[in-house]
Nanobody, 126 residues
């Protein structure tokens, strides 16, 4: 069964950096588009950044453009989200999610299943 384990969150001061990891198991991450999402309690989950299966195309929400970088290490079956210049409004639980099917070519994953990992909490505060 496909699973993701997110990690790397924590408490950081404004302007600081964190690198989130998403370790995939049960499938070959390289074959799928992947996205990082975040959610604040009481609000809808929003997409932050995505990467196509070929890693040739990426997407960043306007709110994180220029500050966040999505990447993959295929040998480790892991995706990353490097977050620099963090702001208090980046505080949220961060999740990764992949497309339901491989090689579809989307930048951001398309999915119908409602499986989500536990996420990793990022808190930006002084």
């Amino acid at each position: 069964q496909a699973q993701f384990v997110e990690s790397g969150g924590g408490l950081v001061q404004p302007g600081g950096s964190l690198r989130l990891s998403c370790v995939a198991s049960g499938f070959v991450l390289e074959y799928y588009s992947i996205g990082w999402f975040r959610q604040v309690s009481g609000k809808e989950r929003e997409v932050v950044s995505c990467s196509s299966s070929s890693n040739n195309s990426t997407y960043y929400a306007d709110s994180v453009k220029g500050r966040f970088t999505i990447s993959r290490d295929n040998a480790k079956n892991t995706a990353y989200l490097l977050m620099n210049s963090l702001k208090p409004e980046d505080t949220a639980t961060y999740y990764c999610k992949v497309d339901d099917l491989p090689f579809r070519g989307y930048v951001c994953p398309k999915y119908e299943n409602d499986y989500w990992g536990k996420g990793t909490q990022v808190t930006v505060s002084s």
